[in-house]
C-alpha cells in the first residue's frame, strides 16, 4: 500500500518520518502526473506546492486553522491530503472541483477562484475568530506571488497591520509567475531576491541552519514584534518591503525542503500576531515537459501524455481567440493609435502575437482588471484606441471603472471578453454569464456578440471604430463554429438567417446562439410552424429591425447563453413595450445561480437550451396543445415524436435554410 493511499485526513502525516514525507512528496507527483493527464486540469501549480502543503496540514490543524487559497487552482495536494483521492472525475459532474468547494469538505473554505482575493479573507476570519474568544484558532492564507499584482492585496496588507492582536499566517507562494511570468515592480523585486547569492546560499543550507536555530532562536522569535529585525533578514533585505506596514516577515525559504518549511511555519504559528512566510518554489517542479514549458510550464493542460506532455486528440479547429488574434494583428497593422491591454493573460487572451508583432504596444498590468479599465480611459484621453482583453467572469472585477471611467467620460475603449457564456469544467466562479445583463447597464456601451468567426472579424473593426463609447466583442471558450452566412442584411447591421412559412416565431439568437435558433427553426418547419430567424450582431443597443420584425410574429424567443435575468431578452422586452409592440416575448437564457462543473452540453441542456426542449415549447404556445398534431413534411428528413416529456429529434439537414 502507498503512503499516499493511506492518508485519509491531515493527522495521519503527524507520524511520518522525513524520509517517508520525501516518498509522500514524489507519490502526490506521480499521483498528479498520471491522473491530471487523464483530466485535464491545473497540472504546473499543484506540482510546485507538494512539499509546502504536506507542511501546512503537519504544522496546523485544518479545519480547526482555516486555510484560504488565493485563486485556488493550487488545491490540489490539498485536496488529496484531506481524503479526497478519487480524482477519475476531476472537473466533470459529480467529480471532484478544480477549485475549493465546500461541500465536497470541511477543509475548503473559500471557494472563489478570482485572484487577489485571499487576504481580505483571511483578515476577516481572524478578526472574527479573536472578537468571538477563539483566540488559540489559526488562519493561513496562501497567495501567489502573482496575485500581489492585484490592489485588493495590498488594501488586506494595510488593515492586516492595523491589528496584531491575532494568530494569521500568510504564506507567499514564490515561482516568478502566475498564468505566465509575473511581471511589474513587485515581480522585479522579488526576481532579486529570488536570484541573490544569499538566497542560494540559504537554500543549500537550509536545513542546518534551523538546526542551529535551536531552542534559544525559536524563543526569541516568538518575542519579536513588528518592525524588530529578524534572524533571516541578514540573509535577505526583503524585509524592508513589509517593515512600514508592521508585519514580521520570515524568508525567504526553500519552498521544496520539508524541514525548512516545517520549521519556519512552526516559528510563524507561535509568533502571536500576523507573518509572512516567503515561500520560494518551482512550477511544475519534478515534471520535465512542465518546467520545460516555456509559456506558463503547464499552468492549465487538457488531456496529455503523461510520459511527453503532448496533448492528445489536439483539434485542428480554429478557436475564438485565434481569429481575435488575427484581426487584432490586422487592426494593428493598419492603426498606429491601437494598443492592447491584459491582466496577466497575454497568451490566453490572444494577445501574445500582436505583442511579437508590436512589443510596444502592449500593456500586462498583472492580476488588476480595475487598473487596466481606467488606465484604458486614460489612453484613450491621449488619443489611442485601448482593446482590453479580459476573460468575461473577470469584467465583473472592473465594472465600476467601466462604468465611471470610460463610459461616463465617453472614452473609445474597446473590451474583448473571451471565455464568454458557459465555459463548462471550472465552475460558478469562471462561467462567464454576467457580462451581458451587467454590462448593458452602462450608458451608451454597445455590445457585439458574433455568431462565427467572420462576425467576429466584422465587428471587432465595428467596435474599433468608435471613439466616442465603451464597446464589447464577447465570444464563447473554444472552437468556432461553421460559417452561418446570411440571407440578408438590414440597413441596421441586422442579420436575417432564415425565414420559412408564415411569421408565427421570430427567433433572435444572441451570438453562437444563432446555431442553435437554426436547428429550433428547422424543427418547427417539420411541425408547420413558421419562422424567422435573426442575428441582431450588436446586441445593445436594441436594433430597430428586432423591433420591426418581432411587430409582424405572434411570438419573439430570444436565445442568449447569459443569465435571462436582465439579459437580452429582457431588454427586447422593454423595448418592445417601448415601441408599443405588444408581441409575447419569451426570454431563454440561464438560470440566475452559480453553476456547477460540467460540460457546456450537459449545463445548457439542464437549462432547456437544446433544440428539441425549445421547438416542444414554442409548438405548446403556438397550437395551444402539449402534443402538437402537425406531422413532419415529406421533404424535411426529420424524424420527431413529441410527448410530454421530451421532443426528440434526428435531422438530416438541421440547419437547412
Request: charged fraction near 25%; hydrophobic fraction near 40%; aromatic fraction near 6%.
Amino acid at each position: 500500500m502507498s503512503l499516499l493511499a493511506s492518508i485519509t485526513g491531515p493527522r495521519d502525516l503527524d507520524g511520518l518520518s522525513s524520509e517517508q514525507l520525501e516518498q509522500l512528496a514524489q507519490e502526490v507527483r506521480d499521483f498528479l502526473v498520471e491522473n491530471v493527464s487523464r483530466t485535464g486540469g491545473h497540472l504546473g501549480p499543484n506540482l510546485g506546492v507538494v512539499e509546502l502543503t504536506i507542511a501546512l496540514h503537519r504544522v496546523f490543524d485544518s479545519p480547526n486553522d482555516p486555510f484560504v487559497f488565493d485563486t485556488g487552482h493550487q488545491s490540489y495536494v490539498h485536496k488529496l491530503l484531506t481524503g479526497r483521492q478519487d480524482f477519475s472525475a476531476l472537473r466533470s459532474r459529480g467529480g471532484l472541483a478544480g477549485y475549493p468547494q465546500r461541500s465536497e469538505s470541511p477543509h475548503d473554505v473559500v471557494e472563489s477562484s478570482h485572484a487577489s482575493s485571499s487576504l481580505s479573507w483571511a483578515d476577516g476570519i481572524s478578526r472574527a475568530l479573536t472578537r468571538t474568544g477563539r483566540k488559540d484558532r489559526h488562519v493561513v492564507a496562501v497567495v501567489g506571488d502573482g496575485s500581489l499584482t492585484g490592489g485588493m492585496t495590498w488594501e488586506a496588507l494595510n488593515n492586516i497591520s492595523d491589528d496584531n492582536e491575532r494568530n494569521l499566517v500568510i504564506v507567499v507562494n514564490d515561482n516568478g509567475r502566475s498564468y505566465a511570468p509575473t511581471i511589474g515592480g513587485m515581480a522585479r523585486y522579488l526576481n532579486r531576491v529570488r536570484t541573490t547569492e544569499s538566497y542560494e546560499n540559504l537554500r543549500r543550507g537550509s536545513d542546518s541552519f534551523f538546526r542551529r536555530l535551536g531552542p534559544a532562536g525559536r524563543a526569541l522569535y516568538r518575542g519579536v514584534r513588528g518592525g524588530t529585525h529578524g534572524f533571516l533578514s541578514r540573509f535577505s533585505n526583503n524585509e524592508a518591503l513589509y517593515s512600514n506596514l508592521d508585519i514580521k516577515y520570515l524568508g525567504p525559504i526553500d519552498g521544496h525542503d520539508l524541514n525548512a518549511l516545517d520549521e519556519t511555519l512552526r516559528l510563524a504559528k507561535a509568533y502571536g500576531a500576523p507573518v509572512i512566510v516567503h515561500v520560494i518554489t518551482e512550477k511544475g517542479r519534478g515534471y520535465e515537459p512542465a518546467r520545460n514549458d516555456e509559456a506558463d510550464q503547464f499552468h492549465a493542460v487538457g488531456k496529455i501524455d503523461p510520459a511527453t506532455g503532448e496533448p492528445l486528440g489536439a483539434s485542428d479547429a480554429v478557436a475564438w481567440s485565434d481569429v481575435f488574434s488575427e484581426a487584432l494583428v490586422a487592426a494593428g497593422e493598419r492603426r498606429e493609435d491601437i494598443i492592447a491591454i491584459t491582466a496577466a493573460m497575454l497568451r490566453p487572451t490572444g494577445l501574445q502575437p500582436f505583442a511579437q508583432r508590436f512589443p510596444d504596444r502592449v500593456y500586462d498590468v498583472g492580476i488588476a482588471e480595475q487598473h487596466a479599465v481606467a488606465s484604458a480611459a486614460g489612453l484613450a484621453f491621449g488619443g489611442l484606441h485601448p482593446v482590453v482583453a479580459i476573460y468575461a467572469t473577470f469584467m465583473n472585477r472592473a465594472f465600476d471603472q467601466v462604468m465611471m471611467d470610460v463610459a461616463l467620460h465617453k472614452a473609445g475603449v474597446t473590451f474583448v471578453l473571451d471565455r464568454s457564456g458557459v465555459t463548462g469544467p471550472d465552475g460558478p466562479s469562471h462561467h462567464g454569464v454576467w457580462d451581458l445583463a451587467m454590462l448593458q447597464l452602462v450608458p451608451g456601451i454597445r455590445i457585439a456578440a458574433p455568431r462565427d468567426a467572420e462576425r467576429l472579424r466584422e465587428e471587432f473593426d465595428e467596435a474599433i471604430a468608435v471613439e466616442d463609447a465603451p464597446t464589447v466583442v464577447r465570444f464563447p471558450k473554444g472552437a468556432v463554429g461553421r460559417e452561418l452566412p446570411a440571407l440578408e442584411r438590414r440597413d441596421d447591421g441586422t442579420d436575417v438567417l432564415w425565414r420559412h412559412g408564415d411569421d408565427d416565431v421570430l427567433l433572435i439568437g444572441i451570438g453562437p446562439m444563432a446555431h442553435l435558433a437554426i436547428d429550433v427553426a428547422g424543427r418547427l418547419r417539420a411541425q408547420g410552424i413558421g419562422a424567422t430567424v435573426i442575428d441582431p450582431r450588436w446586441v445593445v443597443p436594441v436594433q430597430p429591425s428586432v423591433v420591426e420584425l418581432a411587430a409582424s410574429h405572434r411570438l419573439v424567443i430570444t436565445i442568449e447563453d447569459g443569465i435571462r435575468v436582465g439579459g437580452i431578452g429582457t431588454r427586447v422586452r422593454q423595448v418592445l413595450r417601448e415601441a408599443g409592440v405588444d408581441t409575447a416575448v419569451d426570454e431563454l437564457g440561464l438560470p440566475d445561480a452559480f453553476i456547477d462543473h460540467a460540460t457546456r452540453e450537459q449545463i445548457l441542456e439542464d437549462a432547456g437550451l437544446t433544440a428539441a426542449k425549445i421547438a416542444h415549447d414554442v409548438v405548446a404556445q403556438v397550437l395551444g396543445t402539449r402534443i402538437p398534431v402537425a406531422r413532419p413534411s415529406a421533404d424535411t428528413g426529420a424524424i420527431w415524436t413529441v410527448g410530454d416529456s421530451q421532443a426528440q429529434a434526428q435531422d438530416s439537414e438541421p440547419h437547412e435554410r
